[in-house]
C-alpha cells in the first residue's frame, strides 16, 4: 500500500463519515464494503436487495421499497420543478439507485457517493450535477487520478496528480486552465506540505513545436497565471521535461516547474485517459480515480476497469473529502 493511501485511510478511521455505494448488484462493491468495515474506514451504506446482500455492519438499502423515498421524490421535484419534472416522475427516478443515493447526499442521510464500476462517468455526474450542484466559486467540473507510481524520483516520493482524465473531453484554453487551479487546491488538499508545482502538458515544450494544442496550452498557461500568479505552473512542456532534471536542463532551462512537477495537466481527455492507464498498466502504478472537483458534495467516479481495492481506496479518498468540507 502506498504512503498516500494509508495516510488517506488512517485520517478516514479517525472521523468515520457515512459513505453510499450504489452499486449493488456489482460482485466488486460486495467484497470492497467487507474489506471498508473489517478495516473501519467508514459507515457504509450499499444500495440493492437486502435479502440478496448480507454484510454485517453494513446499511442495505432498496431504493424501490425505501422509508424516505417519498421525501426523496418531493425534494427532487422541487430542486427540477423549472424542468418540468412531476412528482410522478421523480418517485420513478427515485427507482434509479445512482439519484437515490444522490439524493441521500443532498438531504444529508450521507456525507458521499462513490459509484461507477459497472456505470458510466455520466450515470455518476448527471445526478450529482442536477442533485448537489457545483461548489461555490466553481466554474467548471473535473476530475483527476492520484497516480502513486514504483519512481520516487518522480513527483512527491512517487506519487502525482493526473488531470483531467475522466470527463472533460476537450477543454479550451480557459477550460484547461481551470483544471490547472482546481488541481493545485486538490493537491495542497490531499498532499499537505508539499507545494503544487503544475506542468501544462503538449507535444511541443515552451513553444518549439506549432499546431493547435501547443496554441491551447500556452494560452491555458496565460490564462492560469494571470488567475493566480504564486502558483509554479508552466507550460508547454512535454512529459519528459515536466519530469526529468537533465531534460528540463536542456529544454526548459529558465522553468521553475520543469524537471520537477507533481501535477500534470494533459491538453485533453484522450491524452489524459492513455497517460494513466499506461503509467498504471505498464508502470504498476496505483491509480485512485477518478476524482472529481468542483461537485458542492463529495461525489467520486470508478473507472469500469477498477478492482474492490480501487473502490476501497476511493472509498477512503470520499471520505476525506467529506471531512475537509466540513
Not at 186 to 215: H, I, N, Q, R, Y
Not at 283 to 298: C, D, S, T, W
Amino acid at each position: 500500500m502506498s504512503d498516500f493511501l494509508a495516510r488517506m485511510k488512517s485520517a478516514a478511521k479517525a472521523d468515520k463519515k457515512t459513505i453510499v455505494l450504489p452499486e449493488g448488484e456489482d460482485p466488486r462493491t460486495i467484497e470492497a464494503a467487507k474489506k471498508i468495515v473489517e478495516e473501519g474506514l467508514a459507515n457504509l451504506v450499499v444500495l440493492g436487495n437486502p435479502d440478496e446482500i448480507k454484510i454485517d455492519g453494513v446499511t442495505v438499502i432498496d431504493p424501490r421499497t425505501a422509508e424516505k423515498k417519498q421525501a426523496y421524490a418531493e425534494k427532487f421535484a422541487e430542486l427540477r420543478a423549472k424542468k418540468g419534472v412531476t412528482l410522478p416522475e421523480a418517485l420513478e427516478q427515485m427507482n434509479d439507485a445512482t439519484y437515490f443515493g444522490t439524493m441521500m447526499v443532498k438531504m444529508g442521510d450521507a456525507d458521499g457517493l462513490v459509484s461507477g464500476a459497472c456505470h458510466s462517468t455520466a450515470n455518476t455526474l448527471r445526478p450529482a450535477l442536477q442533485i448537489l450542484k457545483t461548489a461555490p466559486g466553481t466554474k467548471l467540473v473535473s476530475a483527476f487520478f492520484i497516480m502513486c507510481t514504483k519512481s520516487p524520483e518522480f513527483g512527491a516520493d512517487g506519487t502525482l496528480l493526473f488531470a483531467d482524465c475522466g470527463l472533460n473531453i476537450n477543454p479550451n484554453a480557459d477550460e484547461l486552465s481551470e483544471i490547472a487551479l482546481a488541481s493545485a487546491e486538490s493537491w495542497k488538499a490531499f498532499m499537505p506540505g508539499e507545494e503544487p508545482k503544475v506542468a501544462m502538458l503538449s507535444f511541443s515544450t515552451m513553444g518549439s513545436a506549432k499546431g493547435d494544442v501547443p496554441t491551447k496550452v500556452q494560452e491555458a498557461v496565460k490564462l492560469a497565471n494571470e488567475k493566480n500568479p504564486e502558483l509554479a505552473l508552466d507550460g508547454d512542456l512535454q512529459l519528459d521535461a515536466a519530469l526529468v532534471q537533465s531534460v528540463a536542463d536542456l529544454k526548459a532551462p529558465n522553468s521553475s516547474v520543469a524537471g520537477n512537477a507533481n501535477i500534470l495537466v494533459f491538453p485533453d481527455l484522450e491524452a489524459g485517459n492513455i497517460g494513466y492507464k499506461l503509467v498504471q498498466r505498464f508502470g504498476g502504478a496505483e491509480a485512485y480515480g477518478p476524482v472529481l472537483q468542483g461537485i458542492a458534495k463529495p461525489v467520486n467516479d470508478l473507472s469500469r476497469g477498477c478492482s474492490a481495492d480501487d473502490i476501497v481506496g476511493v472509498v477512503a479518498i470520499t471520505a476525506v473529502q467529506a471531512q475537509m468540507a466540513e
